[in-house]
């Protein structure tokens, strides 16, 4: 597997027309299509090992955030690879694991933290008793305590989810600019989150076109996510390269 490095990053990103949406979901099908096999088989893979971790209480889902992004940064050197005319690899899945390990895991470990503030946020303007049931999985209480709410669940929902897209923008494209430029993961984040903003009509065409492509992908059984994840990995790389290279 080569461990070339990419061009040199261009931070904090550049602005792009709004198109450039579709150029990177059809780019993205270029490099699924390059590999599809193995790129079903690596999303299998993964399946198995988030269904792995969900045995695991609570700290299994913790782990697993924090895994992420070391995992998408090995799959990021897996498109770069295939970039480069060279074969995508089983070996691809873990080489977060070997290549930038700690400033990925930190990328995981400033989500979880930040997934737990947009939490606690959320228990601000429902009430502290909802989240102890949603933790838990109390379905019968956590009902009871929703329909006690009134407005104060539409105004936290809404919070939470302005708050939850803008920690998803930051964690974006942070595993490309950590596994393939060594940059800090703060800064990471930083450069995902500002690049993101500057491209913000690009980026809500792309979320609403991956969004469709999901629920299509889900009517046959859901058997099309296996095409539909790794596409939504190799749009984002395509992403990254058009922001900051």
Request: aromatic share 10%.
């Amino acid at each position: 597997m080569n461990a070339e490095v990419a061009p040199s990053p261009v931070l904090p990103g550049k602005a792009l027309s709004p198109g450039v949406a579709f150029a990177w979901i059809g780019e993205g099908w270029g490099l699924f299509r390059a590999s599809a096999l193995m790129w079903v088989v690596l999303t299998l893979l993964l399946l198995i090992v988030a269904i792995a971790f969900t045995f695991i209480p609570f700290l299994g889902s913790l782990a697993w955030q924090v895994l992420t992004p070391v995992i998408a940064g090995g799959l990021v050197l897996g498109c770069r690879a295939l970039e480069n005319g060279e074969e995508l690899e089983l070996e691809h899945l873990v080489a977060g694991f070997k290549r930038n390990f700690p400033g990925l895991a930190i990328v995981g470990a400033i989500y979880v933290v930040g997934g737990i503030v947009v939490l606690l946020v959320f228990g601000m303007f429902v009430g502290l008793s909802l989240l102890p049931a949603l933790l838990a999985g109390d379905t019968e209480n956590a009902l009871g305590a929703i329909a006690a709410m009134g407005g104060g669940l539409l105004i936290g929902t809404l919070v939470v989810t302005i708050l939850s897209l803008l920690l998803g923008a930051a964690v974006w494209l942070a595993p490309a600019l950590v596994v393939l430029h060594g940059v800090n993961p703060v800064d990471a984040m930083k450069a995902s989150f500002f690049g993101a903003f500057r491209n913000f009509i690009a980026v809500v065409i792309y979320a609403i076109v991956m969004f469709l492509l999901a629920i299509l992908a889900a009517i046959p059984f859901g058997l099309g996510m296996l095409v539909w994840v790794p596409l939504l990995v190799t749009s984002s790389y395509r992403a990254y390269r058009q922001i900051f290279t």
